[in-house]
C-alpha cells in the first residue's frame, strides 16, 4: 500500500472524533468541515434564490401579471435580494472555500480561532432562519427591497423586523469569519512564509477580511437604528420628525458598496490561482496584483455615493462620488491585464475551472465597463432604476463572484472530496449555464436603456419582445446549473479517486493528500519559494 | 507526529483577535457619530439649547466614575502579573461597583427625562420640535446602546473575576484579563467622545 | 511571548494618568462654562482626543505593544472621520 493511498484513507471525512453521526459535523471545529457545512447551507439558499428569481422571470414574460400581483412580485424581488445578497454571494467564497483552503494555502493546521469559526456558521444559520421566518410571520412578507430603504421600511405594515433582525445576524457572522481570517493570515502562516511569499486568494481572503471587519458594523448599526424607529419612533429617517431618508441612504450605502469587494475580491483571488495553475505559469505581476487588491478594498470605501446620484444629493457629493467611483476601476483593470499576461505564453491546460476563469474575464469585463458608465452622472440620470443597473449587478456579481465560485468548486473538488467529476458533463453545464446567462442578463442592458424600470411586476408592450428572450434565458441557466450540480453530486460516489496534485498546480493545497487529512500537515511545511514556482 | 501543533498558547494571537473585535466596534459607534454630525450640523440651535437640559454634573461624574474604573482595571492586570491575587480581585471588584454605579446614575438621569415625557416617540418630545427631536433620539440611542456594551463589559470582567478566583486566569495566563480591559477601556473611550456631545456643547 | 508580556505598567503611572484624565475633564467642563460659541466643542473634543490618547496609550498598553496596533487605530479613527467628511460633503453643499 503507497504512503499516498494510506495517507488518502484517513481523511478528514471519515475521521473519528469525539461525537458521532451528524453530531460530528455540526459539533465539528475543523476548518474543513465547517467550509463544506458552509458550502451544503449556502447552496440550499442559492437554489431557493435562483428558484425564486426563476419565478420573477417567468412574471415578467409578459406584461401585466402573468404568475402574481404587485404586492407578491415586491416581496419576491425583496427575498430574492436578501438571500442572495447576505446568504450567498457575501459569505460565499469567503466561508466555503476560504475556510476549506486558507490554512492549508498557508501551511496552518486550522483558522486561529475554531470556534468562533463555528460560531460564524451557527450565526449565519440564525440569520438565514430568521430571514425566513419573516416570509411567514404576521402581516405579510417584506417588501421594502433588499434595501430596506427609510422611510418605507419603517412605515410598511408588512413584516420587517425579523427579516432586518437576520440580516444583522448575518452580518456578526460575516465580521467574525474576516476577523478570523485576519488573525490567522497574521499568525498562523508556516516558517518561511513570508507575505510575499503567499498566495493571491489567501491575501484576497486578507484584503476581504478587512473590509468584513470594517464596513459590515455600520449596516450592523443601520439595520438597529431601523429597528429604532419602527419601535420607537427614535426619528433619524423621517422627515415629519426633522429626520432625512438620504441618510438612512448613506449609511446603508456606506457597507454595502464596500460589500460588493467582499464579494468580488475572494473571486478574483480564486481566479488568479486557476490562471496561474491552468497557463502552468507564474501570476504576471504578483505584486502588482496583490496592491491592486489592496487598492480595490480601500478605494471601494469612500465611493458608496454612486448608488444616490439621483436622490438629491448636493453636487458636490455628485462630483466627488463620481471621480472616486472611476479610481476604482484602475487596480480591476490591472487584475484583468495581468490574468491575460499570465496565460500569455503560458503552456495552457484547458480543463473545466479554465474555461470558468476564462468566461469570468468575460462577464467580468461587461460588468465593470457598465459600471463605469453607471459612474458618469449624466447617463446615470437616465439609466438609475432601470434594467439596465440589474444587468449590471448580475453581470459583475453573479457572473463575477458567480463564476469564480463555480470555477473554484471545479478546481477544488479533487482536493475537497478525493474524486475527479465528470469533465465532458462538467463542461456541458458550463456551456448552457453561460448561453443561459448572457441571453437573460444581456437583453437587460438594452431594455433598461430604453427605459423599462426595475422592480415593476408589469411594463409597456414595447418591452415585450426583450423579455421574452431574457426569461427563456432563464430557462437555459436554470438546466446548465442543475447539469452542474447533479455532475458534481454523483461525482461523490461514482468519481474516480483523485491524486494529490491532479491538475500540476505548485500551491500548498497540491502537496497534501486528496481529501486531506484532518491536521491537514504531517509536517510543518518550510517554505523556501514563492507561490507559483514554475520553471 | 504532532497532530496538536496549534494547541500551544498564543498569546499575541487572542489580543490581536481582541483588538480587531474593538475596531468594529469603534465602525459600530462611528455610524452614530455619522447620525450625530449630519443632524447636529443641520439643527445647531436646538443641539445647543436642548444639551442644556442634560445635568452637567452627572455626566461629569459619570465621566469620572468610568475614567477611574479604567484605571482600575489596568491596575487589576499589573496587579496579576506582580502575583498579587487578591489586590486584583479587589481591583476587579472595585472597576464592577463602578459600572454599576454608572449604571444607576444613568437610570436616574433617563428617569428624569422620562417623568417628564421626554423619550422617543412621545407626543411631548414631537411638540418641542424636529432638532429636539432628533437630539434625544440621538441621546437616547448612543447612550442607551454604549449602557448595553456597559452590561456586557460588566459580565465579561465578572467572569474574569470567577476565573481569577478560581486560578483560571492567573499569572502565567493572564490574557483573557488583558482581554476584558481592553473591552472596558473602549467602552470608557465611547464615554469620552459621548460626554462632550451631549453635555458640552452648550 | 514577546516584550510586552513582560512589560509591567506601575500602579503610580496609572494613578497619574487617571489624574491627568480628571484635570482634562474638569477642565472641559469648565471651558463650557467661560467660553460660548462654535469654539467650545472644537476645544472639548480636543480635550477628548487628549484623554483617548492617554488611555490608548498607557491603560489599553498601545505604548508597549507591537507598532501594528496602534497603526490600526489610527486608520480606523481615520476612516470613520473620512466617512463623516464625505457624508458632509452632502449636507454642506446642498
Known amino acids: 500500500m503507497s504512503p499516498e493511498k494510506n495517507a488518502a484513507e484517513h481523511n478528514y471525512l471519515n475521521y473519528k472524533g469525539k461525537y458521532k453521526g451528524i453530531f460530528s459535523w455540526i459539533f465539528s471545529t475543523d476548518h474543513k468541515r465547517i467550509g463544506l457545512l458552509y458550502l451544503f447551507s449556502i447552496l440550499s439558499f442559492f437554489i431557493i434564490g435562483a428558484t425564486l428569481g426563476l419565478l420573477m422571470k417567468f412574471e415578467l414574460i409578459a406584461p401585466g401579471s402573468t404568475i402574481m400581483d404587485a404586492q407578491s412580485y415586491n416581496a419576491f424581488f425583496t427575498l430574492h435580494g436578501i438571500i442572495m445578497i447576505f446568504a450567498v454571494v457575501i459569505p460565499g467564497l469567503p466561508a466555503v472555500f476560504g475556510n476549506f483552503l486558507l490554512p492549508i494555502m498557508i501551511g496552518a493546521k486550522d483558522v486561529a480561532f475554531p470556534k468562533i469559526n463555528l460560531l460564524s456558521w451557527y450565526l449565519y444559520v440564525t440569520g438565514v432562519t430568521l430571514v425566513l421566518l419573516s416570509q411567514f410571520a404576521g402581516q405579510g412578507p417584506p417588501d421594502t427591497g433588499w434595501t430596506f430603504y427609510a422611510p418605507y421600511s419603517f412605515r410598511t405594515t408588512n413584516t420587517m423586523l425579523p427579516a432586518v433582525f437576520g440580516a444583522f445576524v448575518l452580518g456578526f457572522s460575516s465580521i467574525l469569519t474576516g476577523l478570523n481570517f485576519l488573525v490567522t493570515i497574521h499568525r498562523m502562516r508556516a516558517p518561511g512564509m513570508t507575505w510575499l511569499k503567499m498566495p493571491l486568494f489567501p491575501w484576497s481572503l486578507y484584503a476581504t477580511g ?184 448580475h453581470f459583475i456579481v453573479f457572473g463575477g463572484t458567480g463564476f469564480a465560485f463555480f470555477g473554484a468548486a471545479h478546481y477544488w473538488f479533487p482536493k475537497i472530496t478525493g474524486r475527479m467529476y465528470d469533465t465532458k458533463w462538467a463542461n456541458i453545464g458550463l456551456v448552457l449555464f453561460f448561453l443561459g446567462f448572457i441571453t437573460l442578463y444581456g437583453p437587460m442592458f438594452y431594455l433598461g436603456f430604453k427605459g423599462m424600470p426595475r422592480r415593476y411586476f408589469d411594463y409597456d408592450e414595447v418591452f415585450h419582445a426583450g423579455n421574452i428572450i431574457s426569461t427563456m434565458g432563464s430557462w437555459v441557466l436554470y438546466s446548465g446549473l442543475a447539469i452542474i450540480l447533479i455532475n458534481l453530486f454523483s461525482a461523490l460516489r461514482g468519481g474516480k479517486k483523485a491524486v494529490s496534485d491532479p491538475w500540476g498546480g505548485k500551491t500548498l493545497e497540491w502537496t497534501i493528500p486528496s481529501p486531506p487529512p484532518v491536521e491537514n500537515f504531517v509536517e510543518t511545511p518550510f517554505i523556501t519559494r514563492g507561490p507559483y514556482d514554475y520553471k | 507526529m504532532n497532530t496538536h501543533a496549534y494547541i500551544h498558547r498564543d498569546d499575541l494571537t487572542s489580543k490581536t483577535g481582541m483588538w480587531l473585535f474593538l475596531f468594529t466596534e469603534m465602525l459600530l459607534f ?173 | 511571548m514577546g516584550n510586552e508580556k513582560n512589560h509591567i505598567i506601575p500602579y503610580l503611572s496609572i494613578l497619574y494618568v487617571l489624574a491627568g484624565l480628571i484635570a482634562l475633564t474638569l477642565t472641559s467642563v469648565t471651558l463650557t462654562h467661560i467660553f460660548l460659541g462654535t469654539l467650545t466643542v472644537t476645544i472639548a473634543l480636543l480635550i477628548a482626543a487628549i484623554k483617548s490618547f492617554f488611555v490608548l496609550r498607557i491603560f489599553m498598553h498601545l505604548k508597549f505593544e507591537k507598532r501594528m496596533f496602534s497603526i490600526g487605530v489610527t486608520a480606523v479613527a481615520l476612516l470613520i472621520s473620512v466617512v463623516i467628511i464625505i457624508t458632509l460633503l452632502d449636507y454642506l453643499y446642498r
Open chain 1, 210 to 393: 478587512w473590509v468584513q471587519l470594517l464596513a459590515t458594523p455600520i449596516i450592523g448599526i443601520t439595520l438597529l437604528m431601523i429597528v429604532g424607529e419602527r419601535t420607537l419612533h427614535i426619528g433619524f429617517f423621517d422627515p415629519t420628525l426633522g429626520g432625512d431618508p438620504i441618510l438612512y441612504q448613506h449609511l446603508f450605502w456606506t457597507y454595502s458598496h464596500p460589500a460588493v469587494y467582499i464579494m468580488i475580491l475572494p473571486a478574483m483571488g480564486a481566479i488568479s490561482e486557476i490562471i496561474s495553475t491552468f497557463s502552468h505559469k507564474t501570476i504576471f505581476g504578483y505584486r502588482f496584483m496583490i496592491a491592486s487588491l489592496l487598492a480595490i478594498a480601500f478605494v471601494g470605501y469612500f465611493i458608496w455615493g454612486h448608488h444616490m446620484f439621483t436622490s438629491g444629493m448636493s453636487g458636490t457629493a455628485l462630483y466627488t462620488f463620481s471621480l472616486l467611483t472611476f479610481l476604482v476601476a484602475i487596480p480591476s483593470a490591472i487584475k484583468v491585464f495581468n490574468w491575460i499576461s499570465t496565460m500569455h505564453k503560458g503552456s495552457i491546460d484547458l480543463q473545466t475551472p479554465f474555461y470558468w476563469a476564462m468566461a469570468f474575464i468575460f462577464v467580468f469585463m461587461i460588468g465593470g465597463f457598465s459600471g463605469l458608465i453607471l459612474g458618469s452622472l449624466a447617463a446615470n440620470v437616465h439609466l438609475h432604476n432601470t434594467h439596465f443597473v440589474v444587468a449590471h449587478f
Open chain 2, 30 to 202: 462611528g455610524g452614530l457619530f455619522v447620525v450625530y454630525s449630519v443632524y447636529r450640523f443641520r439643527n445647531p440651535l436646538a443641539f445647543h439649547m436642548a444639551a442644556g437640559e442634560l445635568s452637567v454634573f452627572i455626566g461629569t461624574l459619570n465621566t469620572v466614575i468610568l475614567l477611574t474604573s479604567s484605571a482600575t482595571i489596568a491596575m487589576s492586570v499589573t496587579a496579576m502579573q506582580k502575583q498579587n491575587k487578591k489586590l486584583t480581585l479587589l481591583l476587579l471588584g472595585i472597576t464592577i461597583l463602578l459600572g454599576v454605579a454608572f449604571l444607576v446614575n444613568k437610570y436616574f438621569e433617563w428617569g428624569g427625562h422620562i417623568r417628564e415625557h421626554i423619550y422617543p416617540g412621545s407626543s411631548v418630545l414631537a411638540l418641542r420640535g424636529q432638532g429636539d427631536v432628533l437630539f434625544y433620539g440621538l441621546y437616547y440611542f448612543m447612550t442607551g446602546l454604549h449602557a448595553l456594551h456597559i452590561v456586557i463589559g460588566l459580565v465579561f470582567i465578572g467572569f474574569i473575576t470567577v476565573f481569577v478566583f478560581i486560578n483560571k486566569v492567573n499569572t502565567e495566563n493572564f490574557v483573557l484579563l488583558e482581554n476584558s480591559g481592553l473591552y472596558w477601556h473602549l467602552v470608557d473611550l465611547i464615554w469620552i467622545f459621548l460626554f462632550p456631545l451631549f453635555y458640552l456643547i452648550t
